[in-house]
């Protein structure tokens, strides 16, 4: 999906998310909704296509950190006595801080322009 067009992305969820689109019409048939909904060009809109788009963004830097982190570490820090919580949070979530980082650095400039 990060390699298809971004206009393509988004003319997908105007046909999705359109009074007339197949979510509403779906909604509709199920008797959950008696009318359409606006669910484009509003807040509830712009959240979930910004999300669509800029999500590859965070995911692909952070998936990179977190899959060169050791797994012996965090057997290391069970064996010794840490909960799985304490090994997440002392082991795992330090290492991955800078996949972390770089996709917030990257989603945040993508955001600006």
Not at 24 to 53: A, D
Not at 65 to 82: E, F, H, P, Y
Request: hydrophobic residues 60%; contains cysteine; aromatic residues 8%.
């Amino acid at each position: 999906p990060y390699f298809t067009s971004v206009l393509a992305r988004t003319f997908a969820w105007i046909v999705l998310l359109g009074r007339g689109g197949i979510v509403n019409e779906i909604l509709l048939q199920l008797g959950l909704i008696s009318q359409p909904i606006t669910m484009l060009y509003n807040r509830f809109g712009v959240i979930i296509g910004m999300t669509h788009i800029i999500m590859p963004l965070m995911i692909l830097p952070m998936a990179t950190v977190m899959s060169g982190i050791d797994q012996k570490l965090l057997r290391a820090a069970r064996a010794n006595g840490a909960s799985p919580l304490a090994a997440f949070l002392t082991v795992f979530l330090p290492l991955s801080l800078p996949g972390v980082i770089a996709g917030v650095l990257l989603v945040f400039i993508y955001c600006l322009g």
